[in-house]
T-cell receptor, first 110, second 115 residues
Framework: GQNIDQPTEMTATEGAIVQINCTYQ??????LFWYQQHAGEAPTFLSY????GLEEKGRFSSFLSRSKGYSYLLLKELQMKDSASYLC???????????FGKGTMLLVSP | ETGVTQTPRHLVMGMTNKKSLKCEQH?????MYWYKQSAKKPLELMFV???????ENNSVPSRFSPECPNSSHLFLHLHTLQPEDSALYLC??????????????FGPGTRLLVL
């Protein structure tokens, strides 16, 4: 079976840095995705990791450790518009589809 | 604008009604997906179509009936739904359904309320 865990909610202050963790137990592994979803809107793609290490993309970075079944999304210089739900999703080996975590609701305050 | 559109955006229906959700992608993709998103639950995959052929049905009740007439359009026909089917229904597409590094692009969803 597939299991993906991430915190339900996090709060942070504008301008700060926040790290959203995701742990997974899946039957095989073929990549991990992070999506951002604002209330009432479509999830939008943020990052993809398949090899260990850090992928940096502007203010957002994503890290993966396959041996630990662990990933995090790092958001720097937080802005109010970063308030959203962040979804971790894993593509298990042999499957074409994604398994999603419940999402982490991030609230950025002034 | 993600290139994936869904209509209607909001739908209220009774348990005896029949309605359809529509999804259209303008990205030239060949795989399309239906997901259900309920409060405090993960996105749940319902159906996958690759090149118009259904390749996955994730044990979805028969009151949900998908249709994919071509690679750009996907429908979800609804009949005799239950109140617990109230949720956000998301459509997504990707270039090819079986590629490892594929990114799925989502539509804005249809917010469904079953009374």
């Amino acid at each position: 079976g597939q299991n993906i865990d991430q915190p339900t909610e996090m709060t942070a202050t504008e301008g700060a840095i926040v790290q959203i963790n995701c742990t997974y137990q899946t039957s095989g592994f073929n990549g991990l995705f992070w999506y951002q979803q604002h209330a009432g809107e479509a999830p939008t793609f943020l990052s993809y990791n398949v090899l260990d290490g850090l992928e940096e993309k502007g203010r957002f970075s994503s890290f993966l450790s396959r041996s630990k079944g662990y990933s995090y999304l790092l958001l720097k210089e937080l802005q109010m518009k970063d308030s959203a739900s962040y979804l971790c999703a894993v593509k298990a080996e042999g499957y074409s589809t994604l398994t999603f975590g419940k999402g982490t609701m991030l609230l950025v305050s002034p | 604008e993600t290139g994936v559109t869904q209509t209607p955006r909001h739908l209220v229906m009774g348990m005896t009604n029949k309605k359809s959700l529509k999804c259209e992608q303008h990205l030239g993709h060949n795989a399309m997906y239906w997901y259900k998103q309920s409060a405090k639950k993960p996105l749940e995959l319902m159906f996958v179509y690759n090149f118009k052929e259904q390749t996955e049905n994730n044990s979805v009740p028969s009151r949900f009936s998908p249709e994919c007439p071509n690679s750009s359009h996907l429908f979800l026909h609804l009949h005799t739904l239950q109140p617990e089917d109230s949720a956000l229904y998301l459509c997504a597409s990707s270039l090819f359904g079986g590629s490892d590094q594929e990114t799925q692009y989502f539509g804005p969803g249809t917010r469904l309320l079953v009374l």
